[in-house]
Nanobody, 114 residues
Framework: VQLQASGGGLVQAGGSLRLSCAAS????????MGWYRQAPGKQRELVAT???????VQADSVKGRFTISRDNAENTVYLQMNSLKSEDTAVYYCKADYVLGNYWGKGTLVTVSS
């Protein structure tokens, strides 16, 4: 399974970005897909996950601001990020919990300027 994350960039505080994670396999076959992030000097942390059935979980720090969704036809998972804060600055990674194992994509950098 290959995951290609994109959509990161530089944005001002209060702005929005949408990240995309394109999978090389049908995401219908992937139990859980998620977004994680790692800020400089910090451990990687969960941002949001979505199951094959559409059940979502978000970290408390992003609830009400970030939304995870999936497009099965495009084999892509999205992370819509609104009301961005400087503390959201991190490298964002996509992860797939697949039957054959867990897979990570290369990260995409999100920088929020205050």
């Amino acid at each position: 399974v290959q995951l290609q994350a994109s959509g990161g960039g530089l944005v001002q505080a209060g702005g929005s970005l949408r990240l995309s994670c394109a999978a090389s396999v049908s995401i219908r076959s992937i139990a859980i897909m998620g977004w994680y992030r790692q800020a400089p000097g910090k451990q990687r942390e969960l941002v949001a996950t979505i199951t094959s059935g559409g059940y979502t979980v978000q970290a408390d720090s992003v609830k009400g601001r970030f939304t995870i969704s999936r497009d099965n036809a495009e084999n892509t998972v999205y992370l819509q990020m609104n009301s961005l804060k400087s503390e959201d600055t991190a490298v964002y990674y996509c992860k797939a919990d697949y039957v054959l194992g867990n897979y990570w994509g290369k990260g995409t950098l999100v920088t929020v300027s205050s």
